[in-house]
C-alpha cells in the first residue's frame, strides 16, 4: 500500500509517500480502501514534533481523520460487510459516556498511525457508517472539526434556540458550530479579521459579524450585540489572545467552550475572579465518542448539512495541504483524496 509518512519534524517539508506491505484484517478486524482524508489543526503540531514523547518517533503516518469502503471482513465481524462505507473515529476506544485516562490516549495519527494510506485496519468500534448524501470528501471532513462543534453546541452545552451563539474564525470548528447553532435555532455572532470572509459566513447564516483586527475590544461589541445581556456560549478557539475578549463578551452563568489554543496555550493573566464572580461555566471540549458522533451523523442527515469544504489535494500532494492550512487562508476544511 502507499502512505504518507513524517520522516523527519519539519513540517510538510518532512512528509514522504513510501510503499508499506499492505496489512490483512484478523478474525474481528475489518480492512477498509481509503478514499478521502481531512487535516486539522492538530496534525499541523504533530507534523513538527510538538507531541515529543507522546507521539510515534519515526514515519508516524498522519491524520486522524478518514472515509473508505470495508473491502474484507473477519470472520467475527458482523457490523459491516464488505462495501459499507464508514468513518474513522477520533477516538477509536471511546464508545460512549465519559473518557477515561485509556480512551482519552486512543486517538489516530499521533502515537499510532493514522489515515493518510490507501489501506487501513480497524476494529469495528473504530468506526461509523456513512450516510449516503455525503461524499467522501465531505464525510472524511467530520470526525474531529464537525464532533467537535456538536459537543461545544449540543452535547454538552445543551445550547436551544434563542441562544446567542460566538464563533472565532472560519476554519472547520468555527463553521461547523455555525451550521449546527443555526439548526437548532440560535443566533450567531461570527468574528474574522477578512471582511470577505465575514461576508462568506453571512451567507452561510451568520446573523451579526464582528472584523476582530479593526475593533480589539470585540468582546464589548459582541455585548452590545445581545443588548448588554452577553452571549450564551462562546466557542474560544482561539486561546491566549482571545481569551479575555471572550470572557467578556459571555454572560452571567453562559459557557466558554475551550476548544483550540491557535494563539498560544498560556494565559497569563486568566481573569479567574470574572470566572467564578459572574458564574461563568468553561468546559473543556475534546471531540467526542462514538455514540455522539452517531448521534450528530442521524442529526445531519435528518437536516441534510453539508460540510463546508476549503479545498481538496491529491494525495500525492499531501505536503502542500498541510502548507495550504498552515497558511491561514483556508474557509471551511482542507480535504485530500487518497
Same mark, same amino acid.
Given at each position: 500500500?502507499?502512505?504518507?509518512?513524517?520522516?523527519?519534524?519539519?513540517?510538510?517539508?518532512?512528509?514522504?509517500?513510501?510503499?508499506?506491505?499492505?496489512?490483512?484484517?484478523?478474525?474481528?478486524?475489518?480492512?477498509?480502501?481509503?478514499?478521502?482524508?481531512?487535516?486539522?489543526?492538530?496534525?499541523?503540531?504533530?507534523?513538527?514534533?510538538?507531541?515529543?514523547?507522546?507521539?510515534?518517533?519515526?514515519?508516524?503516518?498522519?491524520?486522524?481523520?478518514?472515509?473508505?469502503?470495508v473491502v474484507k471482513?473477519?470472520?467475527a465481524v458482523s457490523?459491516?460487510?464488505?462495501?459499507?462505507?464508514?468513518?474513522?473515529?477520533?477516538?477509536?476506544?471511546?464508545?460512549?459516556?465519559?473518557?477515561?485516562?485509556?480512551?482519552?490516549?486512543?486517538?489516530?495519527?499521533?502515537?499510532?498511525?493514522?489515515?493518510?494510506?490507501?489501506?487501513?485496519?480497524? !476494529?469495528?468500534?473504530? %468506526?461509523?457508517?456513512?450516510?449516503?448524501?455525503?461524499?467522501?470528501?465531505?464525510?472524511?471532513?467530520?470526525?474531529?472539526?464537525?464532533?467537535?462543534?456538536?459537543?461545544?453546541?449540543?452535547?454538552?452545552?445543551?445550547?436551544?434556540?434563542?441562544?446567542?451563539?460566538?464563533?472565532?474564525?472560519?476554519?472547520?470548528?468555527?463553521?461547523?458550530?455555525?451550521? /449546527?447553532?443555526?439548526?437548532?435555532?440560535?443566533?450567531?455572532?461570527?468574528?474574522?479579521?477578512?471582511?470577505? !470572509?465575514?461576508?462568506?459566513?453571512?451567507?452561510?447564516?451568520?446573523?451579526?459579524?464582528?472584523?476582530?483586527?479593526?475593533?480589539?475590544?470585540?468582546?464589548?461589541?459582541?455585548?452590545?450585540?445581545?443588548?448588554?445581556?452577553?452571549?450564551?456560549?462562546?466557542?474560544?478557539?482561539?486561546?491566549?489572545?482571545?481569551?479575555?475578549?471572550?470572557?467578556?463578551?459571555?454572560?452571567?452563568?453562559?459557557?466558554?467552550?475551550?476548544?483550540?489554543?491557535?494563539?498560544?496555550?498560556?494565559?497569563?493573566?486568566?481573569?479567574?475572579?470574572?470566572?467564578?464572580?459572574?458564574? %461563568?461555566?468553561?468546559?473543556?471540549?475534546?471531540?467526542?465518542?462514538?455514540?455522539?458522533?452517531?448521534?450528530?451523523?442521524?442529526?445531519?442527515?435528518?437536516?441534510?448539512?453539508?460540510?463546508?469544504?476549503?479545498?481538496?489535494?491529491? /494525495?500525492?500532494?499531501?505536503?502542500?495541504?498541510?502548507?495550504?492550512?498552515?497558511?491561514?487562508?483556508?474557509?471551511?476544511?482542507?480535504?485530500?483524496?487518497?
Amino acid at each position: 500500500m502507499k502512505a504518507v509518512v513524517i520522516r523527519k519534524p519539519e513540517g510538510p517539508d518532512g512528509l514522504e509517500i513510501v510503499t508499506l506491505p499492505n496489512p490483512e484484517p484478523g478474525p474481528d478486524e475489518i480492512l477498509v480502501r481509503m478514499a478521502a482524508a481531512s487535516i486539522n489543526y492538530r496534525d499541523l503540531l504533530i507534523s513538527i514534533g510538538a507531541y515529543r514523547s507522546r507521539q510515534k518517533a519515526e514515519d508516524l503516518i498522519p491524520l486522524s481523520d478518514g472515509v473508505g469502503k470495508v473491502v474484507k471482513v473477519g470472520a467475527a465481524v458482523s457490523e459491516f460487510h464488505v462495501g459499507d462505507r464508514v468513518s474513522s473515529l477520533f477516538f477509536r476506544d471511546w464508545t460512549g459516556g465519559e473518557p477515561d485516562n485509556r480512551t482519552i490516549e486512543s486517538d489516530w495519527g499521533r502515537d499510532t498511525d493514522g489515515m493518510l494510506c490507501t489501506l487501513k485496519v480497524f !476494529k469495528p468500534h473504530n %468506526v461509523v457508517k456513512v450516510p449516503d448524501y455525503l461524499s467522501d470528501i465531505e464525510a472524511a471532513s467530520l470526525p474531529c472539526a464537525a464532533l467537535t462543534a456538536w459537543n461545544a453546541l449540543i452535547g454538552d452545552a445543551q445550547s436551544k434556540p434563542g441562544d446567542t451563539v460566538l464563533i472565532q474564525g472560519t476554519g472547520g470548528v468555527a463553521l461547523f458550530a455555525l451550521q /449546527f447553532a443555526k439548526m437548532i435555532g440560535a443566533e450567531v455572532i461570527a468574528t474574522s479579521s477578512s471582511d470577505e !470572509k465575514l461576508e462568506r459566513v453571512r451567507e452561510l447564516g451568520a446573523d451579526h459579524l464582528i472584523n476582530y483586527a479593526n475593533n480589539l475590544d470585540w468582546g464589548k461589541q459582541a455585548l452590545e450585540i445581545t443588548g448588554g445581556r452577553g452571549v450564551d456560549n462562546v466557542m474560544e478557539l482561539g486561546g491566549k489572545e482571545t481569551f479575555k475578549q471572550s470572557l467578556i463578551s459571555v454572560r452571567p452563568g453562559g459557557t466558554l467552550s475551550m476548544i483550540g489554543v491557535l494563539s498560544g496555550a498560556t494565559f497569563g493573566n486568566a481573569l479567574l475572579p470574572f470566572v467564578v464572580s459572574r458564574k %461563568v461555566r468553561m468546559q473543556g471540549v475534546t471531540v467526542g465518542s462514538r455514540a455522539d458522533m452517531q448521534s450528530m451523523l442521524r442529526a445531519m442527515a435528518a437536516h441534510q448539512i453539508k460540510p463546508v469544504i476549503d479545498k481538496v489535494f491529491p /494525495f500525492e500532494a499531501s505536503a502542500d495541504a498541510f502548507r495550504h492550512l498552515k497558511s491561514g487562508a483556508h474557509f471551511g476544511k482542507v480535504c485530500i483524496e487518497i
